[in-house]
């Protein structure tokens, strides 16, 4: 799938949120993350990781309020939009004023929308960043191992980063939402899930969302987990921690 060539884009069909806007942050057409995980639908992380080209966030959020009107205006009533696009929004380097100003003017004109940011988290440990994610909604941040091995094998960071750092800076998000990629044979096993759940219990999220590949992966042969295996695992968590553990097939 190639990354996404308009700053707002959709309406979309998601597993989640069902019709949902999307609004890349980034640079078009092309990739910028600070992870370079395997099972990335735009394909491997370049190497050089420039962060010039980005979008005027005023100018985005006039974008988005045509968009939301041209839906409406179609007969389609769109009540979800979701920050991610082409990689790790946070990378923005006025993402705080971004998010800031998307939510005070959904407040005014779109009271009813919901916001989402889907991240890797690598920022959050600067509470200036931490407070802007929780302007949103749903805020959610992926943990897709929580070993070390394992999650460095998956995500693949591209800076300076653990999950050890992660799981203690999510401890102290208000009301964070996780999910979770799980891959066959990569973070689907006893070890691994006993691992995560302990990190769940830690973290104490609103929510965990879990689903497995179902589009093109960077990496060749990354395959899904089984349907059943997934709500098995959903099952499980929820029992154990009693925190809403859903899975997205």
Known sequence: MRPETK????PVWTRRFGWDLGINLLPLGRKLCTFDC???????TPVVCRTNSMPVPDALVAEWDLQVHSCESAGMGVHHTTVSGNGEPTMHPKFAAFARHLVLW?????????????TNGYRL???TIREAVE???????????????????INQPLVPFSVDRLIETLQQ???????????????????DLEAWKAAIAKIKPR???????????????????????????????????????????
């Open 207 to 249: 929510e965990v969302q879990i689903y497995t590949v179902t589009r093109t992966t960077a990496i060749p042969d990354i395959l899904p987990v089984r349907d059943a295996d997934l709500l098995a695992i959903a099952e499980e968590a929820t029992r154990e921690l009693g925190i809403p553990v859903r899975a997205y097939l």
């Open 135 to 153: 302007l949103f909604d749903e805020p959610i941040v992926k943990l897709d191992a929580a070993t070390s091995a394992k999650w460095l094998a």
């Open 38 to 44: 395997v099972y990335c639908q735009y394909g491997s």
């Open 7 to 10: 700053s707002v884009y959709g």
């Open 173 to 191: 998000c208000n009301h964070v939402m996780l999910q979770t990629m799980f891959l066959k044979g990569m973070n689907d096993g006893p070890a």
């Open 106 to 118: 959904r407040n005014r004109r779109f009271p009813s929308m919901k916001l989402a940011i889907l």
């Open 125 to 127: 440990h600067d509470s």
